[in-house]
């Protein structure tokens, strides 16, 4: 359960740098095909959010230490792999097989549960779903690109 | 007042009362369970208020966010873990307590304060309307695109944390918000020729991603229960509840700083209760007992956190400038609503303003008595492990997302801004100022062309214009002034270290 520290160093400059860019290709579009009037707003906001990218960039240059991470940003590798297996598998196989799938997955193997436990809640999740985004919303649940037996696509 | 007498019958109407009763249950959930923010669950339930009337919609919405902080003070008590951010001095006092076997008087005087808090607070509302009515009639749009700012730059200015990144984050978010296509002249602007884009982008996948998926993955890390070890014998609640009207002069001062402080965008709850509590500190007989276990410290942290969302609605119903990201939110209901704050909502839709009223103080008598009978099963809540709460989360993100246009690019965009969520947090960028102008850009867009087509630019020599400016201005000053004596203090310190 290693934090992720990848991006400690240099990655706040490169997120400064990051909304820089942002704000230099916004003036650049608004300039080149915006007409005068929807880009009334744009031209109020464009020239200080351009000074101030430069000069939070300036900062992070000059930055002499490292940013201390915040408890509530230290997201474990385990945990970015199981939302990546979570939204990867929403993708493949759709939301009424990923619900249960994931629910039983995730519960035996990353919270150690039993199998009954484990299976009785996958049960319960995709009951709910079904009953309440099917049946009483009428909502389609996403399909996936794998085309599974009575799923929506 | 025939309004208000009758849109209490209102809320007592089926099914809005039963929507309440929803609203008040999962609220009662999340304020205890500190993996899960208030301000995230009303994100999370915005995608059902599609369809509905206003007034259920609101007794839906703001009877879960009228009690989270109620019951948020429970495991504050208990455990010493705060089950909201803004129940954070509840701990000060309120477990002291608990320590020392006192758990069911501390529990019994921060429940009750609360619920006086939520009284106090939302009569302040009601009785605001006919006060602020005149005011609000009375501004142009030059005026109300001011507003719209003043309240953005209190938010960079006051929530603390670094001004330049704060104004960046609004900036970005007022960006944002101009994705789609021009209100007046339709033409698509950063579309990147994607018809997607064309609508805009909507606030439901742009909130869930921006606050809910860095919570879960957050909760996902950190896996075990909330809370561990036991919580000794709770007695004495009725005790507790005397002493609410015993020291009534406190609940009272602290309940109107915290509507004061709700009413001033930015200073949010989390500001608020820490100015009521050394408030209370300052002016009691026996200051030495805060921080011990004094019963006052639990008055004044209790009552100051429902006091606070009356005082926050004002600006938000009447003016449209919403003071913190869960009045934010509540906004961004108003606009799925069809709703326009502002003078709509203190003539034609009074109704539902004073509906608001109602709902926050039948939510909150009724999250207080679940409470007080149902203490012991409560504690047992805040046991349940976090990872059991991770599939169903990421589920309800999901389908919230996709249910907003029932297609799978919304759940791309609730990725998008869960990834800068996660940046923001990670590098210290504020997410409060780019929700707020996300949800205001199209309303000051709106003011900004009116006020140029009437005025030009002179609209910003006006009065009421100049004063906001100047007021404004003062917020900067002063947050400048507190940047500079934080990184002298800071570098004494690293001084007196060396």
Not at chain 2, 132 to 147: I, N, Q, S, T, Y
Not at chain 2, 170 to 177: C, E, N, P
Not at chain 2, 443 to 450: G, I, K, M, N, Q
Request: positive net charge.
């Amino acid at each position: 359960m290693r934090p992720l520290t990848a991006l400690d160093g240099r990655g706040a400059l490169v997120f400064s740098v990051g909304v820089l860019v942002v704000f230099a290709y916004a003036a650049y579009e608004m300039n080149t095909s915006f007409t005068t009037r929807a880009r009334l707003l744009g031209n109020a906001l464009i020239v200080p959010a351009l000074l101030l990218a430069v000069t939070q960039v300036v900062r992070e240059l000059r930055r002499s230490q490292r940013l201390a991470v915040p408890a509530e940003a230290v997201f474990t590798r385990s945990a970015l792999g199981w939302a990546a297996v979570f939204f990867g598998s929403l993708w493949a196989l759709g939301l009424a097989f990923t619900i249960p799938l994931f629910s039983f997955v995730y519960l035996k193997l990353a919270a150690r549960e039993a199998w009954p436990k484990a299976a009785a809640y996958a049960g319960a999740a995709w009951l709910f779903i079904d009953l309440l985004f099917n049946r009483l919303l009428h909502v389609p649940l996403p399909g996936g690109v794998i085309p599974l037996p009575g799923v929506t696509n | 007042m025939d309004v208000f007498v009758a849109s209490l019958f209102t809320v007592l109407q089926w099914p809005t009362v039963g929507l309440l009763l929803l609203g008040v249950g999962i609220g009662f959930v999340v304020g205890i369970l500190p993996g899960l923010g208030g301000a995230v669950t009303l994100a999370l339930m915005l995608p059902f208020i599609y369809g509905m009337d206003p007034i259920p919609a609101f007794a839906f919405l703001l009877g879960m966010h009228a009690v989270v902080a109620t019951t948020g003070d429970i495991t504050s008590v208990l455990f010493g873990i705060p089950g909201e951010a803004t129940a954070v001095a509840t701990i000060f006092d309120g477990h002291p307590m608990a320590r020392r076997g006192e758990a069911g008087r501390a529990l019994g005087a921060v429940l009750c304060s609360s619920l006086v808090g939520a009284i106090i607070g939302a009569a302040v509302l009601a009785i605001s309307v006919p006060i602020v009515r005149p005011l609000v009639l009375a501004f142009g749009p030059p005026e109300f695109f001011m507003l719209a700012i003043l309240g953005i730059t209190f938010v960079v200015a006051l929530s603390g944390g670094n001004l330049v990144r704060g104004f960046l984050m609004a900036l970005l978010g007022f960006l944002v918000a101009m994705v789609g296509l021009d209100p007046f002249t339709g033409k698509a602007r950063f579309a990147f020729g994607q018809l997607y884009l064309w609508d805009g982008l909507n606030i439901i996948p742009v909130i869930i991603g921006l606050f809910a998926l860095p919570e879960t993955l957050q909760l996902m890390s950190t896996k075990g229960a909330i809370a561990q070890g036991a919580t000794g014998p709770i007695t004495r609640v009725m005790e507790g509840v005397l002493d609410t009207f015993r020291h009534w002069w406190v609940t009272l001062r602290c309940s109107l700083i915290g509507v004061a402080i709700g009413i001033i965008p930015g200073m949010g709850g989390a500001t608020a209760q820490f100015i009521a509590y050394a408030h209370a500190q300052q002016t009691s007989k026996t200051p030495e007992e805060f921080g011990k276990g004094s019963i006052e410290g639990v008055l004044a942290a209790g009552s100051v956190n429902n006091s606070k969302e009356g005082g926050a609605i004002i600006p938000t119903v009447a003016f449209g400038v919403p003071g913190s990201t869960a009045m934010a939110i509540l906004l961004g209901a108003f606009l799925i609503l069809g709703l326009v704050p502002g003078p709509e909502m203190l003539t034609k839709h009074l109704d539902v303003t004073f509906s608001m009223v109602w709902i926050i103080v039948i939510s909150n008598f009724l999250a207080v008595g679940l409470s007080l009978l149902l203490l012991r099963q409560l504690v047992a809540l805040t046991f349940i492990k976090g990872t059991w709460l991770v599939p169903f989360l990421l589920v309800l993100m999901t389908m919230g997302a996709y249910t907003t246009h029932n297609d799978v690019l919304d759940v791309v965009v609730m990725l998008f801004f869960g990834v800068l969520g996660w940046a923001a947090i990670r590098f210290g960028w504020p997410r409060a100022p780019f929700l707020l102008a996300f949800v205001l850009g199209p309303t000051v867009e709106r003011y900004l062309f009116l006020s140029h087509q009437l005025y030009e630019w002179a609209f910003l020599l006006r009065p009421i214009t100049l004063a906001l400016i100047a007021v404004a201005a003062l917020g900067v000053g002063y947050s400048l002034r507190r940047e500079r004596a934080d990184r002298r203090a800071a570098r004494l310190r690293k001084e007196a270290a060396a």
